[in-house]
């Protein structure tokens, strides 16, 4: 079963650090690799989207990488803002995607 | 344009009682997705469609959770007979295809008391 797990579950910076948020799975047989931020009390948004056969997406100040040979993925986030705190989760598999416990990221004025 | 939608967003009933709770995904993308998320659980995948097809059932965790999509649109998930341990925020998504890039609706946030 795939076990996905996200480390360190909580974060909290100042603002303007760059910093680097981990995602760890057991089963590299994924056809998709999805990084969501998730606002409390709020669905989630789609954050990147790096499928099996790429090995990184960039999305403004975002940028996700993928080993899948390791089962791991970073999400490197620059330039933190304050507006950046929310819990980031990371999922994996094909249809049914496996959730990570989440990352909570505080990002201090 | 318009996201996906659920409803209602909050829903309270009475163990026992069944409940419905609705998705409307996002136009004209085929392959929709329930999960639900609890605070022991985690997030948790639920059911899988592609059109009005569910190729994978494998998450529904009791008889008393079903799901159908009709038109290739709409998907209400029913759970009968309600338990205390089903309360949980209830997630759609969708997405353009399978195995494609996933979009959330805000959930439905089912407390039974």
């Known amino acids: 079963k795939q076990e996905v797990t996200q480390i360190p579950a909580a974060l909290s910076v100042p603002e303007g650090e760059n910093l680097v948020l981990n995602c760890s799975f057991t089963?590299?047989?994924?056809?998709?690799l999805q990084w969501f931020r998730q606002d409390p009390g709020k669905g989630l948004t789609s954050l990147l989207l790096?499928?099996?056969?790429?090995r990184e997406q960039t999305s403004g100040r975002l940028n996700a990488s993928l080993d899948k040979s390791s089962g791991r993925s970073t999400l490197y986030i620059a330039a933190s803002q304050p507006g950046d705190s929310a819990t980031y989760l990371c999922?994996?598999?094909?249809?049914?995607?496996?959730f990570g416990a989440g990352t909570r990221l505080t990002v201090k004025p | 344009g318009a996201g996906v939608s659920q409803s209602p967003s909050n829903k309270v009933t009475e163990k026992g009682k069944d409940v419905e709770l609705r998705c409307d995904p996002i136009?004209?993308?085929?392959?929709l997705y329930w999960y639900r998320q609890s605070l022991g659980q985690g997030l948790e995948f639920l059911i899988y469609?592609?059109?009005?097809?569910?190729?994978?059932k494998s998450g529904l965790p009791s008889d008393r959770f079903s799901a159908e999509r009709t038109g290739g649109s709409v998907s209400t998930l029913t759970i009968q007979r309600t338990q205390q341990e089903d309360s949980a925020v209830y997630l759609c998504?969708?997405?353009?295809?399978?195995?494609?890039?996933?979009?959330f609706g805000p959930g439905t946030r089912l407390t039974v008391l």
């Open positions: 998504a969708s997405s353009p295809s399978s195995y494609n890039e996933q979009f």
């Open positions: 089963d590299s047989a994924i056809y998709n």
């Open positions: 790096i499928q099996s056969s790429q």
């Open positions: 999922a994996v598999g094909t249809n049914d995607m496996r």
């Open positions: 136009s004209g993308h085929t392959a």
């Open positions: 469609f592609q059109g009005n097809s569910a190729p994978d």
